[in-house]
C-alpha cells in the first residue's frame, strides 16, 4: 500500500511518517506548506502541484481549510481517504459527506482505541446514571487551533439525550446549572498530547472516566491501521468510523 501524507511536516504527519517506515508502508507522496528537507519522499505545498503520483491511501492530519484540495485530488482518481484533522465547519462536514457517496471516507476525531472504548463506556453509563449531571474536561498542548476537541464534541454526542444543550462557554449566564446542560471545559497548555474526562456528577458521589494519550504515536498507529481498513474496502463508498472498523 502506498500511502500519500497530507499535512506530512506537522505534528502528527511527521509521527504518521515515522509509523509508516516502522512497518515497511511507501509514503509516496506528501502535501504540506512547509517543505520539510527531512523528509524521505516528495513534499509538494498542494495536490495541484505534485508531478504525476498517485497513491493507495490518502491519510490526512492537516487543517479544515485543506479539506477542499483534498477532495479535489481524492474523489476524481477514487482513492480512499482517513480524515483525522478536527475542527470542520457544517458547510465542510455537508462536504465530506457528498464525497462520501463517490469514495470510502474513514473519519475519527480521535484515532485511539483506547479513546473509542472511553466512548463507549461513557455512553453506557450516561445510561445507566440517570438524573447525573454530565460535565466533559478536555486538554491538549498550546498549539492547538479548535476548540472544544473533535474528541470532546464526539464524546458529547455519546452522552447527550435529545434534549441536551452544550454549554462551551457560561460567562454570559447567570444562573443555576440547567439539568439538560452538558459542559465541555477547554484546557490549553504546554505539550499535552490530549486528555478527555467525562465527570458524572450526583448528590453526594462522583464518577470520573478518563483517557490520558501518553504518546502521539497512538494515533498515528489508528490512522495507519484505518488506512489498511479502507484499503480492503477501497471499491465500497462510504463514511467508516472506528465502530465500522471494529466491527469489520
Ligand atoms: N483524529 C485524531 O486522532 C487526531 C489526533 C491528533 C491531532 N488531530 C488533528 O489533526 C490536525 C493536525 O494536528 P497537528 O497537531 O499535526 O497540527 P500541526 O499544525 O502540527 O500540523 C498541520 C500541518 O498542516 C499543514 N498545513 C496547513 N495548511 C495547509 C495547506 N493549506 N496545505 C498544506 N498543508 C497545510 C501545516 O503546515 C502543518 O504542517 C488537527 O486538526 C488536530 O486536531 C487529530
Known amino acids: 500500500m502506498n500511502i500519500v501524507l497530507s499535512g506530512c511536516c506537522g505534528r502528527m504527519g511527521r509521527q504518521v511518517a515515522e509509523a509508516c ?12 506548506l ?24 490518502v491519510i490526512d492530519f492537516s487543517l479544515p481549510s485543506c479539506l477542499d484540495g483534498l477532495l479535489d485530488f481524492c474523489v476524481p482518481s477514487g482513492t480512499p481517504l482517513v480524515i483525522a484533522t478536527t475542527g470542520y465547519s457544517q458547510e465542510d462536514e455537508a462536504k465530506i459527506l457528498k464525497a462520501s457517496s463517490r469514495i470510502a471516507i474513514f473519519r475519527s476525531a480521535n484515532m485511539s482505541l483506547g479513546v473509542h472504548v472511553l466512548k463507549l463506556l461513557a455512553k453506557k453509563a450516561a445510561s445507566l446514571l440517570d438524573g447525573f449531571d454530565i460535565e466533559i474536561v478536555e486538554k491538549h498542548h498550546n498549539q492547538k487551533l479548535d476548540a472544544p476537541s ?31 446542560e452538558i459542559g465541555i471545559s477547554s484546557v490549553r ?15 453526594g458521589e462522583k464518577i470520573l472516566i478518563t483517557h490520558s494519550a501518553q504518546d502521539r504515536s497512538i494515533f498515528a498507529a489508528g490512522a495507519v491501521k484505518a488506512a489498511f481498513f479502507l484499503d480492503g474496502i477501497r471499491n465500497r463508498p462510504g463514511l467508516y468510523s472506528m465502530d465500522d472498523m471494529i466491527q469489520l
Do not use: C, W
Not at 21 to 32: E, I, S, T
Not at 46 to 51: L, Q, V
Not at 150 to 172: E, Y
Open 21 to 32: 517506515a516502522a512497518q515497511g508502508l511507501a509514503v509516496r507522496f506528501g502535501v504540506d
Open 189 to 203: 497548555g504546554g505539550t499535552v498530547p490530549g486528555e478527555h474526562e467525562v465527570g458524572y456528577y450526583g448528590r
Open 34 to 57: 512547509k517543505a520539510d528537507s527531512g523528509a524521505s519522499f516528495p513534499v509538494y505545498d498542494s495536490f495541484s502541484s505534485r508531478k504525476a503520483e498517485e497513491g493507495d491511501v
Open 150 to 180: 473533535g474528541t470532546a464534541l464526539m464524546l458529547f454526542d455519546a452522552v447527550r439525550k435529545d434534549d441536551s444543550v452544550l454549554i462551551t462557554d457560561r460567562t454570559p449566564f447567570h444562573r443555576k446549572r440547567d439539568a439538560r
